[in-house]
């Protein structure tokens, strides 16, 4: 019966090894991947706020279109299924290839 008691609590030990080791993998590439989207936030940010500095007008042009299709988009979720939900969603598709086409 020691034998067994020893396999048991050997095989314990490994289960307890690999499930620390898989954690440790788990740990590292969430900690990688939030390195890499850090960055990739941070360029995008810096980008926008150059595009920002180097177009004023354009800016507040943007920013104005998605304030209305999001109010447009907003009222629209309101149970309010009429005119509004026909008209808010094309705005809001047309004010994201706007600025989408600003920002490549």
């Known amino acids: 019966m020691d034998t067994d008691?020893?396999?048991d609590g050997t095989t314990a030990q490994n289960i307890m090894k690999q499930g620390a080791e898989a954690y440790g993998q788990a740990?590292?590439?969430?900690?990688?991947?939030?390195?890499?989207?850090?960055?990739k936030v941070s360029e995008t940010y810096e980008k926008a706020k150059s595009y920002s500095n180097e177009n004023p007008g354009?800016?507040?042009?943007?920013?104005?279109?998605?304030?209305?299709?999001?109010?447009?988009?907003?009222?629209?979720?309101?149970?309010?299924?009429?005119?509004?939900?026909?008209?808010?969603?094309?705005?809001?598709?047309a004010l994201s290839d706007v600025a989408l086409a600003f920002f490549r």
């Not at 042009?61 to 008209?87: K, P, Y």
């Open 5 to 7: 008691n020893n396999r």
């Open 27 to 39: 740990e590292q590439a969430v900690g990688d991947a939030y390195g890499k989207t850090t960055r």
């Open 58 to 93: 354009k800016t507040i042009f943007i920013a104005l279109g998605i304030g209305v299709g999001l109010g447009l988009l907003l009222g629209a979720s309101s149970h309010h299924r009429s005119r509004t939900s026909r008209i808010a969603e094309p705005v809001v598709n």
